[in-house]
């Protein structure tokens, strides 16, 4: 039986939607350098102390670094920030935290799971879904969820090229999406429920509603009604994708077969 997973604020600490922050990361020519970010900070309007002090993370896996970024009242962001000491092989994310200007560390507000835009890419063609190769094992493909940055689909990179047929071949992801998609709304919070850095939920909801599901099952207490909004959120997206026409129009012709 499932319940939608609940993690409540118990800290009181302000919440940054991710909209207030932008951030381009770029990529050496030289491979063994670091790559390294720039970023835009709007904090206006949200009635933090002026004092505060603003703070912007990068991390990934267990690498983090932080950079100073001034004060509520003067926010200045370095103009580039090395990613030096973080670890290479996978996507960097950033959080953006606003602390106590009395050096206690007690944080008054923040933003987490924020992902970066390539110099090419903008900030809205981020993925719903990230995906990551990564060695699976034995296993083909598994959802990594973090509580706090959302989910990953994690494809085994011990077999060449799965990626790249994942991203193209419509039976491929009519075996693999679906069951995904199952994992995530597991895993997804109620809504309104949130913990302050559990934020990566909001898209997965407006994603939802754009398929003419509701953002949350009628009882998020019963399993029963949750069980059946996953499973009406599974067929709308895969009535919106029909992977068996897609798969039919992928498969060559007998005549062609043999032309």
Not at 206 to 235: H, M
Request: with cysteine.
């Amino acid at each position: 039986m499932v319940s939608l997973q609940r993690r409540l604020n118990s800290t009181g600490r302000r919440r940054i939607t991710r909209d207030r922050v932008a951030i381009v990361l770029e990529q050496p020519a030289d491979v063994f350098q670091a790559s390294w970010a720039s970023a835009t900070i709007n904090l206006a309007d949200l009635e933090l102390p002026f004092d505060a002090i603003v703070v912007l993370e990068a991390y990934y896996r267990s690498s983090a670094m932080r950079f100073p970024c001034g004060t509520v009242e003067r926010v200045v962001v370095p103009e580039r920030m090395h990613l030096t000491d973080i670890d290479r092989g996978g996507a960097v994310k950033f959080r953006l935290l606003v602390t106590a200007a009395d050096q206690s560390g007690r944080i008054l507000a923040s933003a987490d799971g924020i992902r970066a835009a390539s110099q090419d890419q903008g900030t809205d063609k981020q993925p719903l879904l990230p995906v990551r190769e990564t060695d699976l094992g034995t296993e083909l493909w598994n959802v990594d969820v973090d509580v706090r940055t959302g989910p990953t689909l994690l494809i085994n990179n011990r077999v060449p090229g799965l990626m790249a047929r994942l991203r193209t071949l419509p039976l491929l992801q009519g075996a693999i999406l679906p069951h995904a998609l199952r994992i995530v709304l597991q895993n997804l919070t109620a809504a309104g429920e949130e913990e302050e850095d559990d934020l990566w939920g909001e898209d997965w909801r407006k994603f939802l509603i754009q398929l003419g599901v509701p953002a949350q099952p009628d009882d998020p207490e019963d399993g029963d009604s949750c069980e059946e909004w996953i499973e009406t959120a599974v067929r709308a997206f895969c009535d919106l994708k029909d992977f068996p026409s897609r798969i039919q129009l992928s498969q060559p012709t007998l005549e062609s077969s043999y032309a």
